[in-house]
């Protein structure tokens, strides 16, 4: 049989039916449900395998949706919005249902064929998927009622998922939040799930099957089976310690215990994480060939070294330092990257902005923790502020992890301290177009940053003008109080759109700088402008200058799709009116003003103009 050539056969019709005990809308006939997890956890350590290809199923967690009620009618789809995944020791992930963009055919080799022949089937269509794109979260006591999640070893001759997404994607929800390790060094020792029954007059009900299986977790003794009561089973079943857990994508033993490399890594600074053993753990599984480095400018002094070691410790791997200006984590530059040749990214000092299966080669993702002096910045909030302030601690992802590390020591000194988090982003990472709206009911006495700067500060001063706000800058190790013109920022703001409204004709400029141009939010001020009548221009440029859009002095108003803060820091020194996306729309009329309230400062937010669907753009 010529083995490039495989036949594909519909559904078998008498197959036996095992439907899945999910939420009616999203079973299948297969029992197959899809998931997709945007972010990493602890798996246990799976037993040895004797080679048949596979093994009993394992236990990883459970999966509720609190919203669901298996009465209510088939059309409320309110429940999708919210998924809770409970994982690994008290850990829980927050998800929600979609619908997939196109349905997806899932394959695989059709059974009892004759001897040397083999055929496909497909075995389901499958229209929704359970998407998990926030980072695992320690929770406190808790019962629910939950589907248990195993996975299982399973081989497959040949196996085939078919898929079609849109370039849209990119834009979808992503948060991988801080290394395992780290998460779980900062978990909590109280932080366990409870295997207390609810308190409620209503009886829950039981699933009816697991996802794959039917064995009962270890911990269910066979004296108690019998005269356990029907409310028991209700209760989340805690299993046996199994073994050592490991990481998913554990970097293997003879590459951390490598005296060579971390000789070279020694060449670099301490208290900066480049995560040099994954990055050639990483090299070394994709067998790259040809590897782009990009990094900010306060990083490129070190980008010389780290070329050094890659190249060293893989040999014939080629790399290349992408020198071009990176702003920030919508300045990724897969496409250049690919234009080049690679076969992986390197991306450090930023969070997964762009996901990474969205990305247009490999892409490796390092935040480069910098671990500081914890012990003088809780000294120096002791010192300033009297216990029993609310504070809320944000910051960049280089400190994200300090920043849940040391919550728990202010806690201890009788603070109550807040990480705010604005999804898709990770608690209490801000960016300097994107930040959280701290709530009246959180009683917030004062902001804290933590970082060098204000570019990323002053991006939640403007989303909070009523709060005071204070700096920790760890190189100095100064803690000053900030300032920012709130009433000046706005009125020339509002100025601006006012003369925007006046304009004959506008300019539309796409960013073209790494990913920070999204072409469904011009797309979406484009159908705005025609159905007013106004003509308009397209410009893509990587940077804007005042002098290059002089140049064109018919355009009597500028709006650009690349950097909030483009606008509202250097706007006045633009001969014309310069915009952002969401100015633009106030002109147009599409949104309301801001009026006496809050400037947004919520661009890639989850419903931010940062991440316009097609859908938005198009319009019916």
């Known amino acids: 049989m010529d083995d490039s050539k495989i036949e594909l056969h519909l559904p078998d019709p008498s197959r036996a039916v095992s439907a899945n005990p999910l ?91 004759p001897e040397g022949e083999e055929a496909l089937e497909i075995i389901e269509i499958v229209k929704y998927k359970l998407l998990f794109s926030e980072r695992p979260e320690p929770i406190g006591s808790l019962t629910v009622i939950s589907f248990p999640l195993r996975y299982t070893h399973q081989k497959f001759s040949r196996a085939i998922i078919l898929y079609e997404g849109t370039m849209e994607e990119d834009r979808a929800q992503v948060d991988l939040g801080i290394a395992a390790d780290i998460e779980a060094a900062q978990l909590p020792e109280s932080a366990a ?139 990724i530059d897969d496409y250049t990257a690919r234009a080049l040749g690679c076969d992986l990214l390197v991306h450090y000092a930023h969070s997964c902005l762009i996901p990474v299966d969205v990305t247009q080669i ?28 609310t504070i809320a601690i944000v910051g960049t992802i280089q400190f994200n992890a300090t920043i849940h590390g040391v919550k728990k020591t202010l806690e201890k000194a009788g603070f109550s301290v807040l990480v705010p988090q604005i999804a898709p982003l990770s608690k209490g990472e801000i960016l300097g177009c994107t930040s959280p709206k701290l709530s009246d009911e959180d009683k917030v006495d004062l902001i804290l940053y933590l970082g060098d700067g204000r570019f990323h500060l002053e991006s939640i001063m403007i989303h909070n003008p009523t709060i005071p706000a204070y700096r920790y800058d760890p190189y100095s190790r100064k803690l000053t109080r900030e300032e920012y013109g709130h009433e000046e920022m706005q009125d020339l703001r509002r100025d601006a759109i006012s003369t925007a409204k006046k304009a004959r004709k506008w300019g539309l400029i796409l960013g073209s700088l790494g990913r920070q141009g999204n072409p469904h939010t011009m797309g979406l001020i484009e159908k705005s402008l025609t159905e007013k009548g106004i003509p308009w221009v397209n410009l893509l440029m990587s940077e804007i200058f005042p002098g290059r859009l002089a140049m064109m002095s018919d355009v009597e108003c500028w709006v650009q799709v ?59």
């Open 23 to 113: 939420p009616r809308l999203i079973q299948t006939p297969s029992g197959l449900a899809f998931l997709e997890l945007q972010g990493s956890f602890r798996l246990p350590e799976t037993a040895s395998h004797d080679g048949s290809g596979s093994s009993e199923p394992i236990p990883i967690g459970t999966i509720h949706f609190p919203d669901y009620k298996s009465s209510q009618d088939d059309g409320n789809t309110a429940w999708m919005k919210k998924v809770y995944m409970y994982v690994d020791r008290g850990m829980r992930m927050t998800g929600e249902v979609k619908k997939l963009p196109t349905a997806v055919a899932v394959v695989r080799k059709k059974p009892d064929q």
């Open 193 to 331: 799930i409870s295997t207390a029954p609810a308190e409620s007059s209503t009886p829950l009900k039981q699933p009816k099957k697991r996802f794959v299986g039917k064995r009962a977790a270890d911990a269910a003794k066979t004296d108690q089976a019998a005269g356990a009561a029907a409310s028991k089973t209700t209760d989340i079943q805690k299993a046996a310690p199994r073994r050592i857990p490991r990481l998913l994508n554990q970097v293997p033993k003879e590459i951390l215990e490598d005296s060579a490399l971390n000789n070279a890594i020694s060449l670099l600074p301490s208290n900066y994480s480049f995560e040099i053993h994954k990055t050639i753990h990483r090299i070394r599984t994709l067998n790259a060939k040809r590897v782009a480095l990009q990094m900010p400018e306060g990083l490129l002094l070190f980008a010389t070294t780290i070329s050094d070691i890659i190249t060293q410790f893989c040999p014939g791997v080629e790399t290349l330092i992408m020198g071009d200006v990176t702003y920030g984590a919508c300045c």
């Open 362 to 389: 490999k892409t490796l993702y390092v935040f480069v923790d910098i671990t500081i002096d914890t012990a003088h910045l809780v000294a120096s909030l002791e010192r300033n502020f009297s216990s029993g302030k």
């Open 562 to 620: 690349a950097c909030p803060r483009l606008s509202i820091d250097w706007g006045y020194a633009f001969p014309r009116p310069l915009l952002t996306p969401y100015e633009a729309l106030v002109a147009l009329g599409e949104k309301e003003d801001w009026g006496k309230g809050v400037y947004p400062m919520d661009y890639y937010g989850k419903e931010g103009l940062g991440r316009t669907k097609p859908i938005l753009a198009v319009g019916s």
